[in-house]
Nanobody
Framework: QVQLVESGGGSVQAGGSLRLSCEAS????????MGWFRQAPGKEREFVAR????????YYADSVKGRFTISRDNAKNTVFLQMNSLKPEDTAVYYC???????????WGQGTQVTVSS
């Protein structure tokens, strides 16, 4: 199994930036892709972005396209989410996830809080 640990959350004013990190450990061989999801209070968890383990392909939710960038450091088994031009509606707990096949994400981190004030 893979273990995921997120870091980098915090509080920022609207228009600011944050970078989230997700370090994978354990069985990283064979991971299909990794993603970021978020859950705001009273709302369901939603997809934000994902990246194939090779780093060759990335995908984004429409709400974050052009503002967020997902990337990875192969040597460190770490995936990043660079968040720019943050908006109050980006406030949520952000979760890192991984999967070994192209189906539901099986493995999740503990989450990191991002708060954007207006």
């Amino acid at each position: 199994q893979v273990q995921l640990v997120e870091s980098g959350g915090g509080s920022v004013q609207a228009g600011g930036s944050l970078r989230l990190s997700c370090e994978a450990s354990g069985r990283t061989f064979g991971i299909y892709d990794m993603g970021w999801f978020r859950q705001a209070p009273g709302k369901e968890r939603e997809f934000v972005a994902r990246i194939t383990w090779s780093g060759s392909s990335t995908y984004y939710a429409d709400s974050v396209k052009g503002r967020f960038t997902i990337s990875r450091d192969n040597a460190k088994n770490t995936v990043f989410l660079q968040m720019n031009s943050l908006k109050p509606e980006d406030t949520a707990v952000y979760y890192c996830a991984a999967r070994y096949r192209a189906n539901a994400f099986d493995y999740w981190g503990q989450g990191t809080q991002v708060t954007v004030s207006s």
